[in-house]
Nanobody, 121 residues
Framework: QVQLVESGGGSVQTGGSLRLSCAASGGTLSGYLMGWFRQAPGKEREFVVGINWNDHSTYYGDPSVKGRFTISVDDAKNMVYLQMNSLKPEDTAVYYC?????????????WGQGTQVTVSS
């Protein structure tokens, strides 16, 4: 499986923006579904948004981020990005990049170590 490393988290005020990056190494992402999950304190990890590496189709798991968060990829660099705009305090969480090869499912797929995003009011 590929290895994933996130970066780009930080602290911002309400209404601010952040871009998270996920660097993949150790294999091709062809056929993968790549996604961003998040886990807020005291809550379960939730699926935020995903993208099909091959055709770049996207799908959102959390309707509250649609119109504010955008997932994208850079095929040449094996990178996945999450552009987050109009951030709200409820977006505060640890954000994880994940990869589903198509045979593993998310749970048994590749996961990064997570990056903290904190939004203050």
């Amino acid at each position: 499986q590929v290895q994933l490393v996130e970066s780009g988290g930080g602290s911002v005020q309400t209404g601010g923006s952040l871009r998270l990056s996920c660097a993949a190494s150790g294999g091709t992402l062809s056929g993968y579904l790549m996604g961003w999950f998040r886990q807020a304190p005291g809550k379960e990890r939730e699926f935020v948004v995903g993208i099909n590496w091959n055709d770049h189709s996207t799908y959102y798991g959390d309707p509250s981020v649609k119109g504010r968060f955008t997932i994208s990829v850079d095929d040449a660099k094996n990178m996945v990005y999450l552009q987050m705009n109009s951030l709200k305090p409820e977006d505060t969480a640890v954000y994880y990049c994940a990869g589903d090869s198509g045979t593993t499912g998310w749970a048994r797929g590749s996961w990064g170590q997570g990056t903290q995003v904190t939004v203050s009011s």
